[in-house]
Nanobody, 124 residues
Framework: QVKLVESGGRLVQAGGSLRVSCAAS????????MGWFRQAPGKEREFVAG????????NYTNDVKGRFTISRDNAKNTVYLQMNSLKPEDTALYYC?????????????????WGQGTQVTVSA
C-alpha cells in the first residue's frame, strides 16, 4: 500500500522559516515527480511546488518563488519543502503528492498519490 506521510507543520510567526517533509512508503518514487499543494480555509487546493525525479526540473507558483525551496532525497524516498519569509497568507494545509510522471507536474490531475496533509499556520 502506497502511503505519503507529511510532517513538520506547526504554528510559526510571520517572517519565520519552516521545513515540512513527506516520507513515501509502499513503493519507491525515485523515478517520479513529486509535488506540494496547499489548501487554505475556504479556498481550493492550489499548486505550490513540483520537482522532477532527478531534481533538475523544478516549478513554483509565483506566490512562493524566492521564498520556498523544494528538494528531494531519493535514497530516503522523501521530499521536502523549505519555507522562508513566511506570511500569514501561507497559512494552509500542505499536501504532498506523487506522480507517475518523471517531470515536475503543476496540475492536480497529474498526481496519483496524496498524503493527508500537515497544517502550517503563520501568525501575524
Amino acid at each position: 500500500q502506497v502511503k505519503l506521510v507529511e510532517s513538520g507543520g506547526r504554528l510559526v510567526q510571520a517572517g519565520g522559516s519552516l521545513r515540512v517533509s513527506c516520507a513515501a512508503s509502499g513503493r519507491t518514487f525515485s523515478s517520479n515527480g513529486m509535488g506540494w499543494f496547499r489548501q487554505a480555509p475556504g479556498k481550493e487546493r492550489e499548486f505550490v511546488a513540483g520537482i522532477s525525479w532527478s531534481g533538475d526540473r523544478i516549478n513554483y507558483t509565483n506566490d512562493v518563488k524566492g521564498r520556498f525551496t523544494i528538494s528531494r532525497d531519493n535514497a530516503k524516498n522523501t521530499v521536502y519543502l523549505q519555507m522562508n519569509s513566511l506570511k500569514p497568507e501561507d497559512t494552509a494545509l500542505y499536501y504532498c503528492a506523487a506522480s507517475t510522471k518523471a517531470w515536475a507536474p503543476v496540475m492536480e490531475y497529474e498526481y496519483d498519490y496524496w498524503g493527508q496533509g500537515t497544517q502550517v499556520t503563520v501568525s501575524a
